[in-house]
C-alpha cells in the first residue's frame, strides 16, 4: 500500500525566512510525485510533478527535489502570498494517494 | 477556458437523506476522480472513472456510488447520509497520457455537513 507522510504539519515563517518541506514516501514503483498548494476554502492547484530521482523543478520562490525515498519542496525568501497547505502525492495505477500536507504560515 | 465545476458548494442535509453533488469538466478529459478532505487525513480517494460507463472503488467507497454517462460529468451520491460523511468532497479530472503520470486538476470543492 501506498503511503505518504509529509513534516512538519505546520510551519510558521517570517517573510525573507528560507525553508523546507518534507514528503517521505513508499510506493511499488513510483510513476510521479506530485506537489499541490491549496488556499483555504479552495481545491488544491497543481504545482510540479517530479518523475525520477535527481529530478528538479522551480516555480518562483518554489523549488521541488526528488531523491528515491523524499521530496522536499524549499521556500526561499518567502512571501505572505506563500501563505497555503502544501500537499504531496504519489501516482501509482492512475491514482494519487495524499499526504496530511503542511499548512505554511509567514508573516510578514 | 477548461474548467471543473462542483454544485452546490455548500449542502445540509439529514442523516437518512439521498444526496447527490455534481461534477462537471469541460476538459474533455476521460479520468474523473472523487475526494474527501478531512482534518488529519488528507485527501483519501472515494469512487474514480476512466471513461463513459467506467467506475471503480478508492479506499473509502462505503456509503457511496457513482455512475458515468457521459463525459463530462461523475456525480456522487451518498445513497442514506450519515454524520460521519461529513466533509469536504472534491472532484478531479485527468487526461490520458501514455506512460507518465497524468496531472489531476481539482474543483472548487462542496461543503457537506449531516446533521
Known amino acids: 500500500e501506498d503511503q505518504v507522510t509529509q513534516s512538519p504539519e505546520a510551519l510558521r515563517l517570517q517573510e525573507g525566512e528560507s525553508s523546507s518541506l518534507n514528503c517521505s514516501y513508499t510506493v511499488s514503483g513510483l510513476r510521479g510525485l506530485f506537489w499541490y498548494r491549496q488556499d483555504p476554502g479552495k481545491g488544491p492547484e497543481f504545482l510540479f510533478t517530479l518523475y525520477s530521482a535527481g529530478e528538479e523543478k522551480e516555480k518562483e520562490r518554489l523549488k521541488a527535489t526528488l531523491t528515491k525515498k523524499e521530496s522536499f519542496l524549499h521556500i526561499t525568501a518567502p512571501k505572505p502570498e506563500d501563505s497555503a497547505t502544501y500537499l504531496c502525492a504519489v501516482y501509482n495505477d492512475y491514482k494519487l494517494s495524499f499526504g496530511a500536507g503542511t499548512t505554511v504560515t509567514v508573516r510578514a | 477556458d477548461a474548467e471543473i465545476t462542483q454544485s452546490p458548494r455548500h449542502k445540509i442535509t439529514e442523516t437518512g437523506r439521498q444526496v447527490t453533488l455534481a461534477c462537471h469538466q469541460t476538459?474533455?478529459?476521460?479520468?474523473m476522480f472523487w475526494y474527501r478532505q478531512d482534518l488529519g487525513h488528507g485527501l483519501r480517494l472515494i469512487h474514480y472513472?476512466?471513461?463513459?460507463?467506467?467506475?471503480n472503488k478508492g479506499e473509502v467507497s462505503d456509503g457511496y456510488s457513482v455512475s458515468r454517462s457521459n463525459t463530462e460529468d461523475l456525480p456522487l451520491t451518498l445513497e442514506s447520509a450519515a454524520s460521519s460523511q461529513t466533509s469536504v468532497y472534491f472532484c478531479a479530472s485527468s487526461g490520458l497520457t501514455s506512460g507518465r503520470a497524468d496531472t489531476q486538476y481539482f474543483g472548487p470543492g462542496t461543503r457537506l455537513t449531516v446533521l
Open positions: 476538459w474533455n478529459h476521460n479520468n
Open positions: 472513472s476512466y471513461g463513459v460507463q467506467d467506475t
